[in-house]
């Protein structure tokens, strides 16, 4: 298994800008989310999706869109990039049954916007 | 919503030490994870332990969820255990997991 893949690794944008940050799990899990990382913020969470066509708003929505059309995928797209969005995202998936609940995350992608 | 605290917020240790790394929550919670995020960013799980002990060679973690609390404990540090611990917790709505901000450990040789 691949687990959990992300792209692009690392990505430069300029304010106004949009672009999509793909995210792919191949261990047919229902849940996916979305978290970014800014220094001595934690991780918080921005979208989540607990299965195909069902997505929710996290902690820090603004600004992003996400969709679910498949279980293994779960872009975030950046409608107009902010400076303010300057961050490391990581994308989740999550083994759940019952109260069990287990989170893997992908590699990250560092994105800068000027 | 359920609030995860963790401390120390830094941590230095001289290799060979060893060390206790602390996460209390909120509210009671029947989920929670241990991570290790490397200086690379990677970040790798160490623990899902929603109660009880677990152990896995020189780590290992407590959770006793009546009293809100876990904790991590690196045994003989190495360099290698440096980067930053997270532990999270399950959300309320079961949907996501709440970190804490993390402890920043460094080990020196």
């Known amino acids: 298994n691949a687990g959990v893949t992300q792209t692009p690794k690392f990505q430069v944008l300029k304010t106004g800008q949009s672009m999509t940050l793909q995210c792919a799990q191949d261990?047919?899990?229902?849940?996916m989310s979305w978290y970014r990382q800014d220094p001595g913020m934690g991780l918080r969470l921005i979208h989540y999706?607990?299965?195909?066509?069902?997505?929710d708003q996290g902690e820090v929505p603004n600004g992003y869109n996400v969709s679910r059309s498949t279980t293994e995928d779960f872009p975030l797209r950046l409608l107009s990039a902010a400076p303010s969005q300057t961050s490391v995202y990581f994308c989740?998936?999550?083994?759940?049954?019952?109260?069990?609940?287990?989170?893997?995350f992908g590699p990250g992608t560092r994105l800068t916007v000027t | 919503g359920i609030q995860v605290e963790q401390s120390p917020p830094d941590l230095i240790l001289q290799e060979g030490a060893n060390s206790t790394l602390r996460c209390n929550f909120s509210?009671?919670?029947?989920?929670l994870q241990w991570f290790h995020q490397n200086p690379w960013g990677q970040l790798i799980n160490l623990f899902y332990i929603p109660s009880g002990t677990k152990q896995n060679g020189r780590l290992s973690a407590t959770t006793v969820a009546t009293e809100r609390y876990s904790l991590l404990y690196i045994s003989s540090s190495q360099t290698t255990d440096s980067g930053v611990y997270f532990c999270a917790v399950r959300n309320q709505a079961g949907t996501a997991l709440i970190f804490g901000k993390g402890t920043t450990l460094s080990v020196s040789s």
């Open positions: 999706s607990v299965g195909a066509g069902i997505t």
């Open positions: 989740a998936s999550s083994y759940v049954t019952g109260a069990s609940y287990e989170q893997y």
């Open positions: 261990m047919n899990h229902e849940y």
């Open positions: 509210d009671s919670v029947n989920n």
